[in-house]
């Protein structure tokens, strides 16, 4: 028996970074996997996201690993996608049991507008809001919500700074929502036994964090500067300095709160930060 054994685990911006590591980890423990990914880029977005190839590379994972997954192209941002993905899913694989809403972008820069803002929330908080709005009418009692927030929720100035522009302050706005959302709605569903948290990591090395974009946020000091460029900086961000964690890092949390492992969890800010947060912030948590 897997520790998630015949779930079924619904996971947005499943197609590539944490999104298909958590599919890939969910499914080795016994979960079938709904999957959804935008596969196309955001025009304020600067660097690219996942491809329908990639999603297919999801699919090809978790089928090897011998459990089902149903993948479909939709938008966090479009309710009615994301209603329609889910249904879908429901009616093939008979049930759902947990939601982990994590499909994410980062439009940083100085030179950004304030769409990147706008683009930021509706990303990365609306899509995590539109992600439960469909989920819940099939969550059965005691069923696990998962919300991906980030260090940035809970660190003032990580990212909104100014060398981060517009995107950089939707970002950690929206991020913040998630970590007070997550706190709300899960005493919402206190009656019902769902348990509802959010994970919070630090650097993790995925498209997000490997681009061009990043680099500039972490190297404003340089004109163009590479990853090499780059990696002296990540380490600023944990705790441990080490400069990022793996997907599959944050997949053994995701993993542990789908799981009935955490059946009495509920209303949790998951840092999952190589130590990060109390590096920068002592005093104790808000939340
Ligand atoms: N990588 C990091 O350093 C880091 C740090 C803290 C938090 N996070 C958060 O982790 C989550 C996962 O990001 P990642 O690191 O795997 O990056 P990633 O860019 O590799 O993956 C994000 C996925 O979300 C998808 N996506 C983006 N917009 C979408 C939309 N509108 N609808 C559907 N899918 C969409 C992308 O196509 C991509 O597959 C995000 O919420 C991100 O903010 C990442």
Redesign the pocket.
Known sequence: MGRVQDKVVFI??????????HAVRLASEGADIIA?????D?PT?G?P???EE??DETVREVEKLGRRIVART?????SAALKAAVAEGVAELGRLDAVVA?????PLGPQQTAQAFIDAI???FN?VVHAVEAALPHLPDGASIVA?????ALIPASVDNPANGPGGLG?SFA?RQ?ASFVHDLATVLLPRRIRVNA???????????NCDL?YRSFRPDLENPTREDALTSFPATTGFGIP?VE?EN?ADMVLFLVSDESKYVSGMQMRVDAGGYVKKRPQLPTF
């Open positions: 947005t911006g499943a197609a590539r970074g944490q999104g298909r590591a959804v990914d935008l596969c196309a955001i977005n660097y996201l996942a491809t990639d999603l939709a938008d966090v941002r479009d994590q499909a994410g972008i980062a509706t990303v990365d899509g991906t927030g980030s260090i940035a970002y991020k998630v994970v919070h990591p630090t650097n993790v090395n995925t498209g997000m964090l990043m990022y997907p944050i």
